[in-house]
């Protein structure tokens, strides 16, 4: 199946600082590419759609100042974290679709391991 | 609403069968999901079921999907310990690629 790889999946900073975590799609090219954030022992939350050469479409609550999210190519898409505060602390989650050209019927998403961040 | 429901625990003793329900609110999804997450990992897609069939199984897992009611289970036969898990079910909205995940259901297999 298709791998999808993020870098790094244990980050610590300090407060004030900035973090840039990345989704890469190893094995497809991903026109879309999802970022989740999810709580201690809860559901995950969607907080971005990010599409390929075009903005990052943000869900409603998340602040796009404080959430970068770029998607400079069909492989890799960029989570920057800025003035990072201990509230931020959370384990991120991307996933992405494959292309439309031999992309799953299912829409299947695939996932990537996870980026934990604690900020202190 | 989009909102999906999960019972949050379930423990069941290895070799039994375990059942984990769902229940979602949009009756327009097309493709309804069960994915499990390991301690720190990301999630591992399991099955899917597609809206017009009402079961599928695969190896250990089976999947019943009541849409008049909108309750989907998953079914695993013959838990084992590697069961261990959080399994989250999920349902797509049509026309987009968003899924909307359920709260999430830990599952301890007990030796």
């Known amino acids: 199946g298709a791998v999808v790889s993020q870098h790094p999946s244990w980050v610590i900073c300090k407060s004030g600082t900035s973090v840039k975590i990345e989704c890469r799609s190893l094995?497809?090219?991903?026109?879309?590419m999802f970022w989740y954030r999810q709580f201690p022992k809860q559901s995950l939350m969607l907080m971005a759609t990010s599409n390929e050469g075009s903005k990052a479409t943000y869900e409603q609550g998340v602040e796009k100042d404080k959430f970068l999210i770029n998607h400079a190519s069909l492989t890799l898409s960029t989570l920057t974290v800025t003035s990072a505060h201990p509230e931020d602390s959370s384990f991120y989650i991307c996933s992405a679709r494959e292309g439309l050209a031999g992309g799953p019927v299912t829409g299947e998403l695939f996932f990537g391991e996870g980026s934990r961040l604690t900020v202190l | 609403g989009e909102d999906v429901e999960q019972s949050l625990f379930l423990s069941v003793r290895e070799g039994d069968s375990s059942v984990i329900n769902c229940t979602y609110t949009d009756s327009s999804s097309t493709y309804l999901y069960w994915y499990k997450q390991e301690p720190g990992a990301g999630l591992q897609l399991l099955t899917y079921i597609f809206s017009n069939m009402d079961m599928k199984q695969d190896q250990r897992l089976t999947v019943l999907l009541n849409k008049k009611d909108k309750h989907l289970s998953l079914r695993i036969a013959d838990t084992q310990t590697g069961d261990s898990a959080i399994y989250f079910c999920a349902e797509k909205s049509p026309g987009t690629y968003k899924y909307i995940f359920g709260t999430g259901t830990r599952l301890k297999v007990l030796a």
């Open positions: 094995d497809f090219q991903a026109t879309t």
